[in-house]
């Protein structure tokens, strides 16, 4: 098989292949590196692969051909490539989460999600740059330098689950996880022009994802198209007895559900869609604003029903998704103190300087900028004042959707970033990089499922359309997203 | 003003390890003694990606103390990150509580020279153990060992009651014995399953202010705790006599010197950040389970002395000595209520028993004369069958042979004889070895009964049935 | 809010980061601009709230006290940064007060 008719290959096409044995798992592992050396998804070139190991992924896919001569079948993933974000803890390749503090670790356990994609016969061929510790936007904030936008090499994927996307969209692999805790998925999902789901906080287990913000965190799926992000999302959600947030809620075959409707003239018929007013400003980019509203005329085509409604806290989403995140990093990240694990700092003092040097030597200008700033917001005298009064306003925010969702309506359709993928170096100034987050991080707070889908392109950079629906109704925001990609067709990517 | 015109005030803070299995939030082993890192798991050692998730029984120790102290349980408690850093503490936090703990009031009674007093309770609350540093081991390092990180933990926090160190050390042994007797925890001061912090302050007496509390840390046994309180309630007196304040601060008991020493922590620089613990939900208990737990609890110490002083009759010093320990309680009960002879039970208990389960080394309930076997022999003796000394070799022979006592005592030849034949022919041969005494004694010297007895018992070497020689003494004397 | 040297010294201090005179100047201008967006947050009324997220219904879930622990796929040597007899190493604690800086 060459690279191109690999890059356009379905996981789900994938799996039924290899299954049938009509492709083998060692002729994808082969297909998978020979296109990640074609894109340069190296660090000489897009710098989308942090760490990888051709051997290891020859002995993963022999192990699982032998397995299926056994089996005579194979998993929903046999033999599809996947690769994992380096905050996920996988055995055999590293797991650094992009920092220097990190480097050359190689986690003892595996992260729950990636035993179940293992269990479904995926193949995990590499680990993706990131954001350090998650924290970012852009891709920027690596200790590995940034990642590149396989769409325009001099702009930025996004962040922090930059290089899971760019991997998707060069179809190095047809899906990879990346983590969401304000919109690390679904942010650079839109900027390379790719499908990004955030499950519903609690719907996907957060063992062996290197935490950053505990009340936030969710595993997340790239693919390039909503089935395979839907099939990704039915292995790895589901109840963990080893992270004590993962729900007890049955997770329902979101393929199913919307395949089933996919004949039907009007697939969301009966279904009344959100579009809320503070999503849409004034000054909004006025090429952002025409392709939302060819989406929503095509949600309309579809036999829903489009309305207006309001989620007055928006705008409160920012401040206090950067009070509540950075407190939890703060505590969060005091594990890396160089006792156990990871790189520790040669100092001729005693042990205070040495975790003093080992953490200021290990962390990047933004995580250190995090961990002070949540200090700051849980210390004695601003506790209240900071952390206490942000939770009190996220409820607020999460009670606006409860409100919107518990009078009819359906799912909110809204643009998935204020702005396309910017030049590498453009944005500087913190604030205005954390103002990125703004349609996605309320998602985030209120633990509500949020996913974007490429609607269109301006000047040829993707633009991502997003859809949000309440607690645990993932199979209403597949079917959303699902009967919406069908409709837009190649207009998406044009 | 003297120090006798002022008043101790101490609080203290016991930190108990609950007797489970596993550890607080990891399937770890709370085995002591493993080698070093040995009980170690993803969650325990902080590994990144790794999360909480909170042991059952844990849970259950911690409601039973609270609810043995009288504590109020709260349906719903809320666990709390206490931020900050130290090599032995694996995450930089420790998984504790702190607003909305597992429970609050209470108290324990105690007494001090007979003296009743209620001590207050403040809060229970469950929070996880640091690991162990050893700064000796290595020259220019120190060894970390987190066997024991994340083992639970209760807190007890009472009131500041206590106004002398007997008041205090009394607290710590009635909240020892019933920590024990629940079997909620081994609490060893030795091995460090009870650890003891005390808030200690002096006012003039009478005075209701509380005076400027300081910490004292570092007490590593009941008479250190005694001695440390001593040591800085005299020190606080001193500087107030010479008008002087007390500063706050926190002090390191030293056992060697016997002295408590400042710890030159800087003020303001245990900002903690308390916030609620995001991997763990609330802890909600529902009615049910609290009352079932509350049913469950096995008969407390106090009311068991209680009861052993009513049912069985038996003096204080003893009562004390067999409700120490639960084991030996429930040994001591049932060979009281099998024989129907509690105070002949409660010698044998305190005295053979005793001595034989100390030197072998096992424990009393693997004891090789059950209850019912010593019961056994304590009839035998009431019913006049074997002699108290003979019963004293039966015992020994039951410890070596695992056989019953009337069997023993049977093959031993150690039953008293009661054959009128046997008595007599002993009678007659000692009538006939001591002439004098016995013309004497049937010549009417009735106190000599006594002596020709002895002289029977000797004869028989301690078979003969006293009571039948006397009768047949007495018979023979009558007959002329 | 506004920050100042002293408060980011004593925060950089508590997170254990040694940070550096003239980085400190740079995090006070850029830890304030962040903390200038958030005093919109006090303005925002939240009465009666918290009342309401703190009426839960689930308790977070329990183990078993048999259950077993979790294995590690590779010995404690591969990643701690020095080990000696099975025990953790670290510079030592030189001084008195390092002890005593730990709670119980």
């Given at each position: 098989m060459n690279t191109a008719e690999f890059a356009a290959l379905h996981a789900t096409a994938i799996a039924a292949r290899v299954s049938a044995g009509e492709a083998s798992p060692a002729d994808l592992v082969k297909a998978t590196f020979d296109r990640a050396a074609e894109v340069g998804a190296g660090s000489d070139a897009l710098n989308l692969i942090l760490w990888s190991d051709r051997d290891l992924a020859d002995r993963d896919a022999k192990a699982l051909e032998e397995g299926l001569t056994r089996a005579g079948t194979g998993g929903r993933l046999a033999g599809v490539p996947v690769a994992v974000k380096d905050n996920?803890?996988?055995?055999?390749?590293?797991?650094?989460?992009?920092?220097?503090?990190?480097?050359?670790?190689?986690?003892?356990?595996?992260?729950?999600?990636?035993?179940?994609?293992?269990?479904?016969?995926?193949?995990?061929?590499?680990?993706?740059?990131?954001?350090?510790?998650?924290?970012?936007?852009?891709?920027?904030?690596?200790?590995?330098?940034?990642?590149?936008?396989?769409?325009?090499?001099?702009?930025?994927?996004?962040?922090?689950?930059?290089?899971?996307?760019?991997?998707?969209?060069?179809?190095?692999?047809?899906?990879?996880?990346?983590?969401?805790?304000?919109?690390?998925?679904?942010?650079?999902?839109?900027?390379?022009?790719?499908?990004?789901?955030?499950?519903?906080?609690?719907?996907?287990?957060?063992?062996?994802?290197?935490?950053?913000?505990?009340?936030?965190?969710?595993?997340?799926?790239?693919?390039?198209?909503?089935?395979?992000?839907?099939?990704?999302?039915?292995?790895?959600?589901g109840e963990d007895s080893k992270d004590s947030t993962s729900k007890p809620i049955p997770v329902g075959s979101y393929r199913d559900q919307f395949l089933s409707l996919a004949s039907s003239p009007a697939p969301l018929d009966g279904i009344t869609i959100g579009v809320p007013a503070e999503y849409f400003p004034e000054d909004m980019d006025p090429g952002i604003r025409s392709q939302c509203d060819r989406s929503i005329e095509a949600l309309r085509s579809l036999g829903a029903r489009v309305v207006d409604v309001s989620l007055p806290h928006s705008s409160l989403a920012i401040p206090v998704y950067y009070i509540v995140a950075p407190a939890e990093a703060s505590s969060n990240l005091a594990r890396f103190d160089?006792?156990?694990?990871?790189?520790?700092?040669?100092?001729?003092?005693?042990?205070?300087?040495?975790?003093?040097?080992?953490?200021?030597?290990?962390?990047?200008?933004?995580?250190?900028?995090?961990?002070?700033?949540?200090?700051?917001?849980?210390?004695?005298?601003?506790?209240?004042?900071?952390?206490?009064?942000?939770?009190?306003?996220?409820?607020?925010?999460?009670?606006?959707?409860?409100?919107?969702f518990g009078n009819g309506i359906h799912a909110l359709f809204t643009p998935t970033t204020p702005t396309t993928a910017f030049a590498i170096g453009a944005v500087t100034d913190p604030y205005e990089m954390y103002l990125g987050d703004v349609f996605t991080a309320s998602a985030n707070l209120a633990g509500v499922p949020a996913m974007s889908i490429p609607i269109g392109r301006i000047a040829g950079l993707p633009v991502g359309g997003q859809i949000i629906a309440s607690h645990f109704c993932e199979s209403m925001m597949f079917r959303v997203a699902y009967a919406l990609e069908s409709a837009l067709g190649s207009e998406a990517h044009q | 003003?003297?120090?006798?015109?002022?008043?101790?005030?101490?609080?203290?803070?016991?930190?108990?390890?609950?007797?489970?299995?596993?550890?607080?939030?990891?399937?770890?082993?709370?085995?002591?003694?493993?080698?070093?890192?040995?009980?170690?798991?993803?969650?325990?050692?902080?590994?990144?990606?790794?999360?909480?998730?909170?042991?059952?029984?844990?849970?259950?120790?911690?409601?039973?103390?609270?609810?043995?102290?009288?504590?109020?349980?709260?349906?719903?408690?809320?666990?709390?990150?206490?931020?900050?850093?130290?090599?032995?503490?694996?995450?930089?936090?420790?998984?504790?509580?702190?607003?909305?703990?597992?429970?609050?009031?209470?108290?324990?009674?105690i007494a001090v020279d007979g003296d009743a007093k209620k001590i207050g309770v403040t809060r229970v609350h469950m929070e996880?153990?640091?690991?162990?540093?050893?700064?000796?081991?290595?020259?220019?390092?120190?060894a970390i060992d987190l066997n024991r990180a994340g083992v639970p933990l209760i807190e007890i926090v009472s009131e500041p009651d206590m106004r002398s160190s007997r008041e205090a050390t009394a607290y710590l042994r009635e909240l020892k014995q019933m920590l024990q007797y629940l079997s909620v925890s081994d609490v060893s001061m030795e091995e460090g399953s009870l650890r003891v912090d005390a808030n200690v302050s002096a006012r003039p007496?009478?005075?209701?202010?509380?005076?400027?509390?300081?910490?004292?840390?570092?007490?590593?046994?009941?008479?250190?705790?005694?001695?440390?309180?001593?040591?800085?309630?005299?020190?606080?007196?001193?500087?107030?006599?010479?008008?002087?304040?007390?500063?706050?601060?926190?002090?390191?008991?030293?056992?060697?010197?016997?002295?408590?020493?400042?710890?030159?922590?800087?003020?303001?620089?245990?900002?903690?950040?308390?916030?609620?613990?995001?991997?763990?939900?609330?802890?909600?208990?529902?009615?049910?389970?609290?009352?079932?737990?509350?049913?469950?609890?096995?008969?407390?110490?106090?009311?068991?002395?209680?009861?052993?002083?009513?049912?069985?009759?038996?003096?204080?010093?003893?009562?004390?000595q067999l409700a120490s320990h639960p084991e030996l309680a429930a040994y001591y009960e049932s060979a009281a209520r099998a024989s129907g002879e509690p105070k002949a039970a409660a010698n044998w208990v305190m005295g053979e028993v005793q001595a034989a389960v100390n030197s072998s080394g096992v424990p009393i309930t693997q004891f090789r004369i059950r209850p019912t076997d010593l019961a056994q022999l304590i009839t035998l003796i009431r019913d006049g069958l074997i002699s108290h000394s003979a019963g004293k070799k039966v015992f020994a022979l039951m410890l070596e042979t695992g056989k019953p006592a009337p069997q023993i005592a049977q093959d031993a030849g150690l039953l008293k004889v009661g054959d009128d034949t046997a008595l007599a022919a002993w009678i007659d041969e000692v009538v006939a070895e001591h002439p004098v005494e016995a013309a004497r004694y049937f010549g009417g010297e009735r106190k000599l009964?006594?002596?020709?007895?002895?002289?029977?018992?000797?004869?028989s070497a301690g078979k003969a049935d006293p009571g039948r020689v006397n009768q047949l003494l007495i018979s023979r004397a009558g007959a002329g | 809010m506004a920050v100042n040297h002293d408060d980011v010294r004593y925060v950089a201090e508590l997170a254990r980061l040694s940070v550096g005179d003239d980085r400190l100047d740079e995090l006070v201008g850029e830890l304030n601009g962040i903390l200038a967006h958030m005093d919109v947050l006090a303005q925002v009324n939240t009465a009666g709230v918290e009342q309401a997220i703190s009426d839960p219904v689930e308790s977070t879930p329990l183990r078993s006290d048999s259950g077993g622990p979790l294995a590690l796929e590779s010995p404690r040597e591969d990643f701690a940064p020095a080990m000696r007899d099975g025990f953790f190493i670290v510079p030592r604690l030189a001084t008195h007060e390092d002890t005593a800086d730990r709670a119980p």
């Amino acid at each position: 098989m060459n690279t191109a008719e690999f890059a356009a290959l379905h996981a789900t096409a994938i799996a039924a292949r290899v299954s049938a044995g009509e492709a083998s798992p060692a002729d994808l592992v082969k297909a998978t590196f020979d296109r990640a050396a074609e894109v340069g998804a190296g660090s000489d070139a897009l710098n989308l692969i942090l760490w990888s190991d051709r051997d290891l992924a020859d002995r993963d896919a022999k192990a699982l051909e032998e397995g299926l001569t056994r089996a005579g079948t194979g998993g929903r993933l046999a033999g599809v490539p996947v690769a994992v974000k380096d905050n996920i803890a996988t055995l055999g390749l590293p797991t650094t989460c992009a920092s220097k503090i990190l480097a050359g670790y190689v986690s003892p356990y595996e992260a729950t999600v990636v035993t179940r994609l293992r269990e479904a016969g995926a193949i995990v061929i590499a680990k993706t740059n990131m954001d350090e510790f998650a924290m970012g936007s852009s891709n920027e904030n690596s200790a590995y330098g940034p990642a590149r936008n396989p769409v325009d090499v001099r702009r930025v994927t996004g962040g922090s689950s930059g290089g899971s996307a760019g991997v998707v969209a060069a179809g190095i692999a047809p899906i990879a996880l990346g983590s969401e805790t304000g919109g690390s998925v679904r942010q650079p999902a839109s900027f390379c022009g790719v499908v990004g789901v955030k499950p519903t906080y609690g719907r996907v287990s957060r063992y062996g994802l290197v935490a950053f913000a505990s009340s936030l965190d969710q595993v997340g799926a790239l693919a390039r198209n909503v089935e395979d992000a839907a099939l990704a999302m039915e292995i790895i959600a589901g109840e963990d007895s080893k992270d004590s947030t993962s729900k007890p809620i049955p997770v329902g075959s979101y393929r199913d559900q919307f395949l089933s409707l996919a004949s039907s003239p009007a697939p969301l018929d009966g279904i009344t869609i959100g579009v809320p007013a503070e999503y849409f400003p004034e000054d909004m980019d006025p090429g952002i604003r025409s392709q939302c509203d060819r989406s929503i005329e095509a949600l309309r085509s579809l036999g829903a029903r489009v309305v207006d409604v309001s989620l007055p806290h928006s705008s409160l989403a920012i401040p206090v998704y950067y009070i509540v995140a950075p407190a939890e990093a703060s505590s969060n990240l005091a594990r890396f103190d160089g006792v156990r694990y990871g790189s520790r700092a040669a100092v001729s003092g005693g042990l205070r300087e040495m975790f003093g040097q080992t953490r200021s030597e290990g962390f990047g200008r933004e995580v250190t900028r995090r961990i002070l700033l949540g200090t700051y917001v849980l210390s004695a005298g601003y506790y209240d004042a900071y952390y206490r009064k942000a939770q009190a306003v996220r409820a607020l925010i999460t009670r606006d959707f409860h409100t919107v969702f518990g009078n009819g309506i359906h799912a909110l359709f809204t643009p998935t970033t204020p702005t396309t993928a910017f030049a590498i170096g453009a944005v500087t100034d913190p604030y205005e990089m954390y103002l990125g987050d703004v349609f996605t991080a309320s998602a985030n707070l209120a633990g509500v499922p949020a996913m974007s889908i490429p609607i269109g392109r301006i000047a040829g950079l993707p633009v991502g359309g997003q859809i949000i629906a309440s607690h645990f109704c993932e199979s209403m925001m597949f079917r959303v997203a699902y009967a919406l990609e069908s409709a837009l067709g190649s207009e998406a990517h044009q | 003003m003297t120090q006798s015109d002022w008043e101790m005030v101490v609080g203290l803070e016991v930190h108990v390890q609950l007797k489970t299995r596993s550890k607080a939030f990891c399937g770890c082993s709370t085995d002591f003694g493993a080698a070093p890192n040995s009980n170690t798991c993803p969650i325990c050692l902080a590994l990144p990606g790794s999360l909480p998730v909170l042991n059952e029984k844990a849970v259950a120790l911690a409601v039973r103390a609270a609810v043995a102290l009288g504590s109020t349980i709260h349906p719903v408690s809320i666990f709390a990150r206490k931020n900050y850093f130290y090599p032995d503490l694996p995450k930089g936090y420790q998984i504790s509580q702190f607003d909305q703990p597992l429970a609050t009031g209470g108290s324990l009674e105690i007494a001090v020279d007979g003296d009743a007093k209620k001590i207050g309770v403040t809060r229970v609350h469950m929070e996880e153990d640091a690991g162990k540093s050893l700064h000796d081991r290595f020259p220019g390092s120190t060894a970390i060992d987190l066997n024991r990180a994340g083992v639970p933990l209760i807190e007890i926090v009472s009131e500041p009651d206590m106004r002398s160190s007997r008041e205090a050390t009394a607290y710590l042994r009635e909240l020892k014995q019933m920590l024990q007797y629940l079997s909620v925890s081994d609490v060893s001061m030795e091995e460090g399953s009870l650890r003891v912090d005390a808030n200690v302050s002096a006012r003039p007496r009478g005075e209701k202010k509380l005076g400027t509390k300081t910490e004292v840390k570092n007490m590593n046994s009941f008479s250190g705790v005694e001695r440390a309180l001593d040591f800085e309630f005299a020190r606080q007196c001193a500087l107030l006599e010479r008008g002087e304040k007390i500063h706050q601060q926190t002090l390191l008991w030293d056992s060697v010197r016997n002295e408590a020493r400042v710890s030159r922590t800087k003020e303001g620089s245990h900002d903690y950040r308390f916030f609620p613990e995001p991997d763990l939900g609330p802890l909600v208990l529902d009615r049910d389970w609290i009352s079932s737990v509350k049913s469950a609890i096995p008969e407390l110490p106090s009311d068991m002395k209680r009861r052993f002083a009513a049912d069985y009759g038996i003096a204080p010093e003893e009562i004390n000595q067999l409700a120490s320990h639960p084991e030996l309680a429930a040994y001591y009960e049932s060979a009281a209520r099998a024989s129907g002879e509690p105070k002949a039970a409660a010698n044998w208990v305190m005295g053979e028993v005793q001595a034989a389960v100390n030197s072998s080394g096992v424990p009393i309930t693997q004891f090789r004369i059950r209850p019912t076997d010593l019961a056994q022999l304590i009839t035998l003796i009431r019913d006049g069958l074997i002699s108290h000394s003979a019963g004293k070799k039966v015992f020994a022979l039951m410890l070596e042979t695992g056989k019953p006592a009337p069997q023993i005592a049977q093959d031993a030849g150690l039953l008293k004889v009661g054959d009128d034949t046997a008595l007599a022919a002993w009678i007659d041969e000692v009538v006939a070895e001591h002439p004098v005494e016995a013309a004497r004694y049937f010549g009417g010297e009735r106190k000599l009964q006594g002596v020709l007895v002895g002289f029977v018992m000797k004869k028989s070497a301690g078979k003969a049935d006293p009571g039948r020689v006397n009768q047949l003494l007495i018979s023979r004397a009558g007959a002329g | 809010m506004a920050v100042n040297h002293d408060d980011v010294r004593y925060v950089a201090e508590l997170a254990r980061l040694s940070v550096g005179d003239d980085r400190l100047d740079e995090l006070v201008g850029e830890l304030n601009g962040i903390l200038a967006h958030m005093d919109v947050l006090a303005q925002v009324n939240t009465a009666g709230v918290e009342q309401a997220i703190s009426d839960p219904v689930e308790s977070t879930p329990l183990r078993s006290d048999s259950g077993g622990p979790l294995a590690l796929e590779s010995p404690r040597e591969d990643f701690a940064p020095a080990m000696r007899d099975g025990f953790f190493i670290v510079p030592r604690l030189a001084t008195h007060e390092d002890t005593a800086d730990r709670a119980p």
